[in-house]
């Protein structure tokens, strides 16, 4: 098996929730070279509407750095055409969206008020670059930057909760500095995910401090590539921290979860 040396910025934020499950998300297929068994998922409607709200936005604002004309009707058609996509082998539903029709909505407004908040403020000179930096022990950080402005990093978020990204955008910077481009702010806009029948809230914008944010992801990224070295000498699933704790330790969420490679969560016993 080839072994797959880069990590990649978006994961840092779940490896402190728990490593053992970013590992099986992942890096599956080293864990089941190693002897583990997983369990297959499909992916949350959540992240398919993620993923349809970026496709609009992407859409978006490479057409303005292109001068181009933005036409409104886009944001539906990327929405749903990147959410077909995403739920055509199966995805798990939730009560925020029971469908498509409300997935395709949800991402179409989501990705709309964003541009209608921040469309004429952001001024993009990258839109979803590649960047990558070589972190040392022969790994490399890979990260994928929604938008590069002159001098500050844009990343959209949406979901029914915001989560704490603080270790992603440190892992942004370091990438985007390393190859030479200024960093000097560093902002999350998050659209929240509500169901269909309520009004779409406002977006937010949240600016990280970037000295903190990159020792977060410095700190983070060096156990990483400990405890990645570590298995493939020990094969042991005990190097990666398991947290049975974690909101999502579940089978909705963990490919982990009641397979040999954990068994640190719950395991109630029928009567
Ligand atoms: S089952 Fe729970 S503790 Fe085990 S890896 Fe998954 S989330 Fe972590």
């Known amino acids: 098996m080839t072994l797959n040396n880069i990590i990649r ?17 992942s890096r599956p297929a080293e864990v089941k070279a190693a002897g583990f068994d997983l369990r297959e998922m499909s992916s949350s409607i959540g992240a398919a509407i993620g993923t349809g709200t970026h496709a609009g936005l992407e859409n978006a604002f490479r057409s303005k750095m292109e001068a181009r004309v933005i036409e409104v009707e886009s944001f539906r058609e990327c929405a749903a055409e990147s959410i077909m996509e995403s739920i ?73 909760v915001q989560r704490a990204n603080q270790p992603q955008y440190g892992g942004y910077s370091l990438v985007a500095r390393s190859n030479g481009h200024t960093v ?48 493939r000498e020990r094969g042991d699933p005990w190097v990666f921290l398991p947290n049975p704790n974690s909101m999502n330790c579940s089978e909705n969420y963990c490919p982990a979860w009641g397979t040999s490679f954990c068994r640190a969560h719950k395991q109630p016993k029928a009567k």
């Not at 995805?91 to 469309?119: K, S």
């Open 184 to 231: 000097d702010a560093v902002a999350e806009i998050y659209s929240k995910r509500v169901g269909v029948t309520r009004d779409q809230p406002a977006p937010t914008l949240t600016e990280y401090d970037i000295a903190e944010s990159e020792i977060a992801a410095q700190e983070i990224y060096t156990r990483m590539k400990a405890d990645i070295l570590a298995f």
């Open 88 to 160: 055509k082998d199966g995805v798990i539903w939730d009560d925020a969206t029971t469908n498509v029709d409300a997935a395709i909505t949800q991402a179409t407004r989501q990705a709309r008020i964003i541009w209608d908040y921040f469309g004429d403020v952001i001024e993009p000179v990258a839109i979803e670059e590649r960047l990558s930096a070589d972190i040392g022990d022969g790994f490399i950080l890979r990260g994928h930057i929604d938008v590069r402005e002159a001098a500050r990093v844009v990343d959209f978020k949406t979901g029914t």
């Open 9 to 25: 910025v978006s994961d840092l934020p779940s490896v402190a929730d728990c490593s053992r499950r970013w590992m099986s998300r």
